[in-house]
């Protein structure tokens, strides 16, 4: 999931070791990028897949596994997962976060474990699994590997996904990160909220007309963003069919302005994060913006750090050749799905952007929310499962007969 004020300084988890019965983790201080891509180097060499690495910014390179299928002029399976993580506050932690520590209930603590080397392990381990029984496929498989979605992806995805090279893999569908679970289902996220950050009101020129300062405006910008806030917040709590995914959240989160307490400032900011559900039109909702605005007094403008207008969602209904697979396999595995809207961003909204259906599923059940958060963990059985549940979608996916499209 991204994270949307941290640096890229912090290191990047590393496997030193994909073993199954353990997940080591190591934090790496000096040329980050060149670790990750040695460890996905020896994988590519014992899977005996080819890799390609392609620097789609300076020093943001994608490394992509292929396997390739019978027949592979049919549209391909992305597999994606991102090698970033977020930052520690080890104080925090009751092991050390980039030990993969684990206790007597085998849940093995790292920051990453949920987010989502889990992921990438489960998948690596599958395709070994399937290529040791000599499985063939019949579309071919990419394993997509990703340096910058914690910091929003700019230099990674979203550009990437414009990129000659990118279009050369010729995906039909993919399959990206989701979130845990606490209870017995599984949630699959088909579509994300967007994110609209920083919209300050500057309040004007409110030194010389004491009667409308500059605070006085910001007062009635922030009152109509936090009474929209309550409206959104009371809704979620009084639908039983709502998930945080379905409204748009609203945090005030910076606020600038004044020199001294006896001098009334010519201007102030206040800055709010937004998240918008594709289910918002966002045209209406960026009037709304300019009418409060403007029921707040003159010279007041706004502007946005991050404005995603990308509203796509990928099918779930049962007639869509990849829902349908997805979800009659993870019925024969006897797993319950739960269908949201993720709550905040992952390099899915770029893939589904570019109009591949894409759903994020990370395979965590009976496992709390931990990402980004102090002590995150995961437990060995539930990652252990995971593996079998890709090894069962792995080979359902790339085996969907071809599509009228594709004749
Ligand atoms: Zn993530």
Redesign the pocket.
């Given at each position: 999931?991204?994270?949307n004020t941290q640096s890229s300084d912090f290191p990047f988890l590393l496997f030193r070791n994909y073993e199954e019965k353990l997940l080591f983790f190591s934090p790496v201080i000096l040329n980050i990028h060149d670790a990750a891509l040695r460890f996905l180097d020896r994988i590519a060499e014992e899977l005996g897949l080819p890799m390609k690495k392609i620097e789609v910014c300076p020093g943001k390179v994608v490394s992509i596994m292929t396997w390739e299928g019978t027949n592979p002029a049919l549209k391909s399976i992305l597999l994606n997962?991102?090698t970033?993580?977020v930052p520690v506050f080890q104080e925090q932690w009751k092991y050390d976060a980039f030990s993969a520590f684990k206790d007597a209930e085998g849940n093995i603590y790292a920051r990453?474990t949920?987010?989502?080397k889990c992921v990438t392990i489960q998948y690596i381990q599958a395709v070994r699994r399937l290529k040791a029984e000599g499985r063939k496929l019949m579309r071919t498989v990419h394993l997509m590997f990703i340096p910058d979605?914690?910091i929003g992806g700019h230099e990674g995805m979203e550009t990437f996904v414009n990129h000659p090279e990118f279009k050369k893999l010729n995906i039909g569908f993919a399959l990206d990160?989701g979130l845990a679970n606490p209870g017995e289902a599984f949630t699959v996220f088909y579509g994300e909220r967007n994110p609209w950050f920083h919209c300050p009101g500057s309040p004007g020129h409110g030194s010389r007309f004491v009667e409308n300062t500059a605070a006085e405006k910001l007062v009635s910008v922030i009152n109509s963003f936090l009474n929209f806030r309550e409206k959104e917040k009371h809704r979620l709590n009084t639908s039983e069919c709502l998930t945080l995914g379905d409204v748009t959240t609203v945090n005030m989160t910076m606020v600038k302005g004044g020199v001294a307490y006896n001098v009334i400032p010519a201007e102030m900011d206040v800055s709010f994060d937004l998240r918008i559900p594709p289910t918002v039109n966002l045209q209406e909702f960026e009037k709304q913006i300019k009418q409060w605005c403007k029921e707040a007094g003159d010279d007041i403008t706004y502007e946005f750090a991050q404005k995603h207008m990308n509203q796509n969602i990928t099918s779930t209904e049962e007639n869509d050749p990849w829902w349908s697979t997805f979800s009659a396999t993870c019925k024969t595995m006897n797993m319950t799905l739960e269908k949201e809207i993720f709550p905040a961003a992952?390099?899915s909204r770029f893939i589904r952007a570019v109009g591949i259906p894409a759903i994020g599923f990370s395979p965590m059940n009976r496992t709390p929310i931990l990402?980004h958060d102090h002590n995150e963990y995961l437990n060995e059985q539930i990652f252990l499962k995971g593996i079998s549940v890709y090894k069962r979608l792995i080979p359902a996916l790339a085996n969907v007969p071809p599509l009228p499209d594709e004749a």
């Open positions: 999931m991204t994270h997962s991102h970033d993580v990453g949920q987010d989502m979605e914690e990160e992952t390099d990402l």
